[in-house]
């Protein structure tokens, strides 16, 4: 059975500076953590109770009673699965064909529907300022569905990405020119602001072009949730 260490662990990595000083995270659901599994990730632990024991038999995991993952899960209605896996050193950077940026986007759901997305349109590498939300955060991980699992996402000061950066920099801007007017070169980086307000002035300097989605419908309706303006942004990448 699981330790009161173990169960007292888990319960610290809600908490982004537990994450950091034991350098440790947990996922739960089988579908994300079976994805996980089968990935880089190194294992620490796989808590399941008995119903998923045999789901599970041929990884080396501890039986928890479905008392004890209530108490320690992110999730209204636990899955019957948890694992805590190491959180890796920062990898090779990856020679991406296109590269998506965030500029401190804070929603963990919006944050874990682009990697989702990244994953969907084949874009490895994800930078994030240091005011992202944390892509370790249990709301994050839950929303990628398992496809933090194959993109690479840094945290960094953007300023000294872009200064080591030779490809063009479009960023999403509400006055931008119309994407779908744009010859988009096949690599390239593409920058999305905050939810609020948007690309900030210090990354605005960065951007060599400024690009929108237009808007067909009413001038009373607010913003594209950057999630969604992703989306459309990315598959616009994707189409030539």
């Not at 119903?51 to 008392?67: G, V």
């Not at 064909?97 to 997305?117: A, K």
């Not at 594209?224 to 992703?230: D, F, I, K, M, S």
Request: charged share 25%.
């Amino acid at each position: 059975m699981v330790s009161k260490k173990w169960l007292k662990d888990v319960k610290r990595l809600h908490q982004k500076k537990y994450r950091n000083e034991l350098e440790l995270f947990f996922v739960e659901g089988i579908k994300t953590v079976k994805e996980l599994l089968h990935s880089n990730y190194s294992l620490e632990k796989l808590l399941v109770t008995a119903e998923h024991s045999d789901e599970f038999k041929n990884f080396d995991c501890d039986e928890i009673t479905a008392e004890d993952l209530k108490k320690i899960s992110a999730l209204k209605t636990p899955s019957g699965v948890l694992a805590v896996f190491k959180i890796p050193t920062s990898a090779k950077t990856i020679e991406a064909d296109w590269t998506l940026v965030l500029d401190d986007v804070r929603d963990p759901g919006n944050l874990g529907t682009i990697i989702r997305l990244c994953d969907w349109f084949g874009i490895q590498r994800l930078v994030c300022s240091v005011q992202t939300v944390d892509c370790y955060n249990p709301k994050v991980l839950q929303a990628t569905m398992g496809s933090i699992a194959r993109v690479q996402v840094e945290y960094t000061e953007l300023a000294s990405f872009f200064n080591n950066n030779t490809l063009p920099v479009y960023g999403a801007f509400m006055d931008g020119a119309p994407v779908y007017g744009e010859n988009l070169p096949k690599k390239g980086v593409l920058v999305m602001g905050n939810e609020a307000n948007g690309i900030s002035k210090k990354v605005e300097d960065f951007c060599n072009k400024r690009v929108c989605i237009p808007q067909f419908g009413s001038p009373h309706t607010e913003s594209l949730n950057v999630a969604t303006a992703t989306a459309i942004l990315l598959n616009e990448l994707r189409r030539g």
